[in-house]
Nanobody, 123 residues
Framework: QVQLVESGGGSVQAGGSLRLSCAASGYTYDTYCMAWFRQAPGKEREGVAYIDTGGSSKDYADSVKGRFTISQDNAKTTLYLQMNSLKPEDTAMYYC????????????????WGQGTQVTVSS
């Protein structure tokens, strides 16, 4: 059974940084797509960053490009999201997600989801 457990959320002032982590276990794919999504109150869930663990290609939402970085550890068991220059509009619940590999990780639905970790950015 695939399990994704996020951590690292918290409260920070605008301009600050946080690093989210997602511990992944139980999957059997050799290569796969992983992503970070977020959902703010009253808003739809949006994809923030994507990584193809086969070729390590990465994609980002325009709203976070240049500020957020997605990465994995060498064992590919932990996914990270380094968030710099945080803005109040980054406030949301952040979710880690995983699915079978495809050429385009930023498109399509994800199969497995974590419980989420809250990020709050104050002005």
């Amino acid at each position: 059974q695939v399990q994704l457990v996020e951590s690292g959320g918290g409260s920070v002032q605008a301009g600050g940084s946080l690093r989210l982590s997602c511990a992944a276990s139980g999957y059997t794919y050799d290569t796969y797509c992983m992503a970070w999504f977020r959902q703010a109150p009253g808003k739809e869930r949006e994809g923030v960053a994507y990584i193809d663990t086969g070729g390590s290609s990465k994609d980002y939402a325009d709203s976070v490009k240049g500020r957020f970085t997605i990465s994995q550890d060498n064992a590919k068991t932990t996914l990270y999201l380094q968030m710099n220059s945080l803005k109040p509009e980054d406030t949301a619940m952040y979710y880690c997600a995983l699915r079978r590999w495809s050429y385009v990780c930023w498109s399509g639905s994800y199969t497995y989801w974590g419980q989420g970790t809250q990020v709050t950015v104050s002005s």
